[in-house]
């Protein structure tokens, strides 16, 4: 990366070449303007940002600018609205304007004044991009902010991550800025004269960013003077090394995640054996909703047969024999229907479609497949139920002449915790259960050579059960 280190005493025609050129540099080499593209510049007013738009315009580069003005400071904001579209006029060209309700959003979405006004940005800036025509939209973050940004995130303990900082692209918004500090911007400017205003809020210390700017990275440059480049120039080294971090953890999870439906299953003695272990679960098990303070618990469940289920705001993690499996949480739903009449020809609940169908013996066409049972019909009563199972149910499975509890039944058929809550059972008036969905129909009522008529029931389920 080309960084400007010139000196002090220089002439302002030789001040410009090298920091145009040095921003010429960047933009090349990283890509990020097209030639005739036009570039949506995210202007706030500020030294930063219209240094940027004059380097635009020095550069012949097609751009507009767009003012996010976020009414929090009074006439001082209304002040900035002016002065960009001032700065619009003169450069001639396209200005975008939005006033914003900043502090009713950060109150009715629970978020801090600064996240609102983050995301009211990007959102209104996005929208513009788009509709416009804009290739893309830059904003003017600097090397003094991606020095800011790591030493956050490192505090905040973000991982690797967080330690490239802010990147030069990420997908519409470009950071043509990040090849320079912020007294080479201000330098610049004073250069040549430049016109800029100022945030007050920006000279307090209560925000966390600029207590970070005014106080703790002083005192850092005057123990390490090259300090703001040194942490950019490892921020582009740490996206590099995150991109191989990346690389090897989609070789895991390729290798650990199974996905069936809309579960995932890892086997839990190859992922014990995995190394790092602690890094390869927190990494797995993020994009769930599980965090940092559940590892030790997941990393115990690896350990044990216990049937202990962890949960996330999303999802839940539990271990089925030699599974551990991660199931999305299931809003309340519908646990029985009463099916009143062999009329009824289509019942839905959730995961499951069943299709009922009388016939007389000649014309019933039946087989032996799981999700199809053919009943004497005469032995069913109706009305039915089609509900979940519960402990303590049980029935004659079909070729055994006694009974057995389902609870059993289901060990002897070796179901996996999450397929047992997904079993539906059909009852007749009686309280007898006919047939347990999809795995067996009742002894009681099989087909005999007495038989008569056929209720043929056909289930489809969204996700067949998986039998170890």
Request: hydrophobic share 45%; aromatic share 10%.
């Amino acid at each position: 990366m080309l960084l400007l280190q010139w000196p002090i005493l220089i002439c302002d025609g030789e001040f410009q070449v090298l920091m145009l050129t040095a921003f010429l540099k960047f933009v090349e080499t990283h890509q990020l303007v097209q030639a005739g593209k036009p570039v949506l510049l995210a202007v706030s007013g500020g030294v930063d940002s219209v240094v940027m738009a004059h380097l635009f315009y020095e550069a012949g580069f097609s751009f507009g600018i767009a003012h996010a003005n976020f009414q929090l400071r009074g006439e001082e904001s209304e002040r900035d609205a002016r002065f960009v579209e001032d700065l619009a006029r003169k450069y001639n060209v396209p200005f975008f304007i939005q006033a914003f309700e900043t502090a009713d959003y950060a109150k009715q979405h629970g978020c801090s004044i600064q996240v609102a006004a983050r995301e009211l940005r990007y959102t209104w800036l996005e929208e513009i991009r788009h509709q416009q025509g804009f290739i893309a939209v830059a904003t003017a973050h600097h090397r003094n902010d991606q020095a800011e940004t790591m030493l956050i995130n490192f505090c905040r303990g973000t991982g690797i991550a967080g330690l490239h900082g802010i990147r030069y692209r990420q997908q519409h918004v470009i950071r043509p800025m990040l090849f320079a500090t912020r007294e080479e911007i201000e330098s610049y400017a004073r250069s040549h004269g430049i016109a800029f205003v100022t945030d007050s809020s920006n000279l307090e210390d209560h925000y966390l960013r600029n207590a970070l700017r005014h106080r703790i990275l002083p005192a850092l440059q005057e123990i390490f003077p090259g300090l703001i480049n040194t942490l950019s120039e490892n921020a582009e080294r740490f996206g590099e090394v995150e991109m191989l971090y990346q690389e090897a953890l989609e070789r895991h999870r390729r290798r650990l995640l199974h996905a069936k439906g809309e579960e995932w299953w890892i086997p839990a003695q190859a992922l014990l054996l995995s190394k790092p272990l602690k890094t390869l679960v927190f990494e797995l098990f993020k994009p769930f909703g599980f965090g940092e303070p559940q590892i030790p618990d997941i990393i115990q469940l690896l350990k044990t047969q216990s049937g202990k289920q962890i949960f996330s705001a999303t999802h839940r993690v539990i271990r089925d024999r030699k599974w551990l499996i991660i199931a999305p949480l299931q809003a309340t739903q519908i646990s029985f229907q009463l099916i009143e009449d062999p009329g009824i020809r289509k019942v839905v609940v959730p995961g499951l479609k069943l299709e009922i169908k009388q016939l007389p013996i000649e014309k019933a066409v039946c087989s032996d497949q799981p999700y199809m049972a053919c009943l004497d019909a005469d032995e069913v009563h109706f009305p039915l139920i089609l509900r979940r199972w519960k402990q303590g149910d049980y029935f004659y499975p079909l070729g055994l002449r006694k009974k057995k509890k389902l609870s059993r039944f289901f060990v002897d058929q070796k179901l996996s915790l999450l397929d047992k809550e997904r079993v539906w059972v059909v009852e007749d008036a009686d309280h007898k259960i006919v047939w347990v969905v999809g795995l067996r129909i009742d002894d009681r009522c099989r087909i005999t050579e007495k038989t008569r008529r056929v209720l043929r029931l056909e289930a489809r389920m969204e996700q067949p059960f998986e039998k170890h």
